[in-house]
T-cell receptor, first 116, second 112 residues
Framework: GAGVSQSPSNKVTEKGKDVELRCDPISGHTALYWYRQRLGQGLEFLIYFQGNSAPDKSGLPSDRFSAERTGESVSTLTIQRTQQEDSAVYLC??????????????FGPGTRLLVL | KNQVEQSPQSLIILEGKNCTLQCNYTVSPFSNLRWYKQDTGRGPVSLTIMTFSENTKSNGRYTATLDADTKQSSLHITASQLSDSASYICVVYSSGTYKYIFGTGTRLKVLA
C-alpha cells in the first residue's frame, strides 16, 4: 500500500470491554511499532516487532495490553478490560529495517480510542 | 535519564512570519535527531534527520540545526504558511538502547 493504515479510525467503548486495533504496515517493512499518545502528551512506546524475532514488549503498561503480528504484515493491539485512562490515540509505525538501523518511521493516522 | 524537552509548548504566529522551535536532549549515546510534523488527526511525518556530524539541514522552508556539544537542536520555519499549523516533534535515537525518545512537541498555530 501507499502508507501505513490503521483501523478503526475512531473507537468508543465502555469501561471493561475489550478492544482490538489493527495496523497494516507498508509492504516490505520488517519493523513495526505501536505508540500511545495521550491528549497533549508525547508519544509513548508500547511494543516493537522486528521480523521473526521476539517482540520488545518493554513499553506495555499492563498485562491488559497485548499485541500480535503475523509475519511481516498486519498487527493487532488488544486492550482487555479497558479503563478510562486507556483513552488516547494509538499510533502504529513501520520502517524498512529495525531499530538498530535507526531508520525513518512511517506513521499511520492513528486510532482514537475513547473509553466511557 | 534519557529525555527530550521541547519549547515552547505552544506558539501562535501570523502568516508570513518566521519562528524557531527548540529541542534539548539528554539522550546518550546519541545517534541522530529527527524533527517530525504532526498535523491534527494525522500521524507524524519526518521533516529532517541530523547525525552527530551535521550542524544544519534544510527541507524547503524548514531548517534544522544541531549542536551536539550543548545537546540542543532548533527548527526554524521561514515565511510561515497556514498549512504549517501542526505539532512539531523532536525525536532522538539512542544507539545504546536502540530506542527512539520522543519530545512532547510544540503546537504551532499560524493565523491569517
Amino acid at each position: 500500500g501507499a502508507g501505513v493504515s490503521q483501523s478503526p479510525s475512531n473507537k468508543v467503548t465502555e469501561k471493561g470491554k475489550d478492544v482490538e486495533l489493527r495496523c497494516d504496515p507498508i509492504s516490505g517493512h520488517t519493523a513495526l511499532y505501536w505508540y500511545r499518545q495521550r491528549l497533549g502528551q508525547g508519544l509513548e512506546f508500547l511494543i516493537y516487532f522486528q521480523g521473526n524475532s521476539a517482540p520488545d514488549k518493554s513499553g506495555l503498561p499492563s498485562d491488559r495490553f497485548s499485541a500480535e503480528r503475523t509475519g511481516e504484515s498486519v498487527s493487532t493491539l488488544t486492550i482487555q478490560r479497558t479503563q478510562q485512562e486507556d483513552s488516547a490515540v494509538y499510533l502504529c509505525a513501520s520502517s524498512l529495517k529495525g531499530q538498530g538501523f535507526s531508520e525513518t518511521q512511517y506513521f499511520g493516522p492513528g486510532t482514537r480510542l475513547l473509553v466511557l | 535519564k534519557n529525555q527530550v524537552e521541547q519549547s515552547p509548548q505552544s506558539l501562535i504566529i501570523l502568516e508570513g512570519k518566521n519562528c524557531t522551535l527548540q529541542c534539548n536532549y539528554t539522550v546518550s549515546p546519541f545517534s541522530n535527531l529527527r524533527w517530525y510534523k504532526q498535523d491534527t488527526g494525522r500521524g507524524p511525518v519526518s521533516l529532517t534527520i541530523m547525525t552527530f556530524s551535521e550542524n544544519t539541514k534544510s527541507n524547503g522552508r524548514y531548517t534544522a540545526t544541531l549542536d551536539a556539544d550543548t545537546k540542543q537542536s532548533s527548527l526554524h520555519i521561514t515565511a510561515s504558511q497556514l498549512s504549517d499549523s501542526a505539532s512539531y516533534i523532536c525525536v532522538v535515537y539512542s544507539s545504546g538502547t536502540y530506542k527512539y525518545i520522543f519530545g512532547t512537541g510544540t503546537r504551532l498555530k499560524v493565523l491569517a
